[in-house]
T-cell receptor, first 112, second 113 residues
Framework: AQSVTQPDIHITVSEGASLELRCNYSYGATPYLFWYVQSPGQGLQLLLKYFSGDTLVQGIKGFEAEFKRSQSSFNLRKPSVHWSDAAEYFCAVGGTGNQFYFGTGTSLTVIP | GAGVSQSPSNKVTEKGKDVELRCDPISGHTALYWYRQSLGQGLEFLIYFQGNSAPDKSGLPSDRFSAERTGGSVSTLTIQRTQQEDSAVYLC???????????FGSGTRLTVV
């Protein structure tokens, strides 16, 4: 069965520091992988997606993610975090029937 | 429209009342999804519509929940005899195939008092 694990419930980083949010998935075939961001009181916005090809994908707002098949991971990274990046981040894997499976999210706090 | 529109944005209802939540997807998107997000929780899949196919209702938590999609466009999620545990943000999303990812609406925050 498909599933997504985000092992970090909450992360705090200083503004300007680098960031890595972890995501591990379970899926029987080549997965479609996504990262979404949810700001307080808002819906989810797509940051980036991976389907095939280059395993390092670039997204909006300076984010990138790397697909590592051997580790079943799709970690999200940003070299320098801005205060406006404080939000909830969700990893998702595309499954059968067009349904996505979401992780439980990682809450990011950015301190000045 | 340019995005997925949900209404109302906030709804407070008394326990036992019925509520209807509306989702207007992006024009041309064939797939429509409803998710529920409880406080501090991830996204819980509720129901999925794809074109004219029978909907995937496997995520509906009880028979008090139902949804329909009229004309392949607007969808309504109905919760009958609301309970306090129904309090959550209900998110709607639409897509045109899997590769595009979902586009989410801003959600309806339901509070049952």
């Amino acid at each position: 069965a498909q599933s997504v694990t985000q092992p970090d419930i909450h992360i705090t980083v200083s503004e300007g520091a680098s960031l890595e949010l972890r995501c591990n998935y379970s899926y029987g075939a080549t997965p479609y992988l996504f990262w979404y961001v949810q700001s307080p009181g808002q819906g989810l916005q797509l940051l980036l997606k991976y389907f095939s090809g280059d395993t390092l994908v670039q997204g909006i707002k300076g984010f990138e993610a790397e697909f590592k098949r051997s580790q079943s991971s799709f970690n999200l990274r940003k070299p320098s975090v801005h205060w406006s990046d404080a939000a909830e981040y969700f990893c998702a894997v595309g499954g059968t029937g067009n349904q996505f499976y979401f992780g439980t999210g990682t809450s990011l706090t950015v301190i000045p | 429209g340019a995005g997925v529109s949900q209404s109302p944005s906030n709804k407070v209802t008394e326990k036992g009342k019925d509520v209807e939540l509306r989702c207007d997807p992006i024009s041309g998107h064939t797939a429509l999804y409803w998710y529920r997000q409880s406080l501090g929780q991830g996204l819980e899949f509720l129901i999925y519509f794809q074109g004219n196919s029978a909907p995937d209702k496997s995520g509906l938590p009880s028979d008090r929940f139902s949804a329909e999609r009229t004309g392949g466009s607007v969808s309504t999620l109905t919760i009958q005899r609301t309970q306090q545990e129904d309090s959550a943000v209900y998110l709607c999303a639409s897509s045109f195939g899997l590769v595009g990812g979902y586009t989410f609406g801003s959600g309806t925050r339901l509070t049952v008092v």
